[in-house]
């Protein structure tokens, strides 16, 4: 079972864009809790805490308590919203959750073994990951922080696929539910297939570059700009 968090919810009344600054400049976050066949909740958070806990791997695929004037309310993490180049949280959603009702929720992936992986340090490969994250489907109490992936084993072209993560009894990765949806989720590759696709990414980018440099010459007539006087 994943880690339980905690937080500390006020009230929060009135709405509007110069009502969210106003909480913002005083250090609070706004935040709404719904779901669970009950009224929307509008909440303010303290922004230091939700920025701590949002820094926190587990916090992101937990059950959180939050704790408000009327009780204490089992939530997960659905949505945020952040200032687009600050380290500041504007808005966030919380789904509540019910002990007999099965969620959906991504979870990330630990990588493990990669110091005993042959394919890398007696083959000189390079370990890929494809994907960092997986959507399970369970019960709340049954909700993992992570799901681990071994590739102490693999050689050099050999991967490891969805099917291969060990899951607790009572979670699925909700991909699998549907047949032929088991994918690759780690591989290691040779250096030489590395620098292959790097070459092709350069070999774009060049190209692409000169496209544009093509399309920027000046027409016929028409001063190159560096030589066009101001009018």
Request: glycine share 8%.
């Amino acid at each position: 079972m994943s880690t339980q968090y905690q937080i500390q919810a006020l009230p929060r009344t009135g709405r509007g864009t110069a009502t969210g600054r106003k909480y913002r400049r005083a250090g609070s976050v706004p935040a709404v809790l719904y779901g669970a066949g009950k009224d929307n909740q509008s909440l303010l958070l303290n922004h230091n805490e939700i920025l701590r806990n949002l820094e926190t791997e587990g916090f992101q695929s937990a059950i959180i308590d939050i704790q408000t004037e009327n009780g204490t309310e089992q939530a997960i993490l659905r949505d945020v919203q952040m200032h687009p180049y600050k380290a500041q949280v504007m808005h966030v959603d919380f789904q509540r959750v019910s002990a007999t009702e099965k969620i959906r929720i991504a979870v990330p992936l630990h990588f493990i073994g990669g110091e005993e992986c042959p394919g890398v340090y007696n083959e000189g490969g390079i370990e890929s990951h494809l994907i960092n994250e997986v959507e399970v489907e369970c019960l709340p109490a049954d909700l993992p922080e992570y799901l681990e992936v071994d590739i102490s084993g693999l050689h050099l072209h050999e991967s490891v696929k969805l099917t291969d993560i060990k899951v607790p009894e009572d979670v699925v990765i909700t991909a699998l539910l549907h047949e032929g949806e088991d994918q690759t989720i780690a591989s290691i590759l040779a250096p030489k297939a590395i620098e292959e696709e790097e070459l092709v990414e350069a070999e774009e980018e060049a190209l692409a570059e000169g496209e544009e440099e093509e399309g920027a010459e000046p027409t016929e007539g028409e001063a190159p700009k560096e030589e066009q006087q101001p009018e």
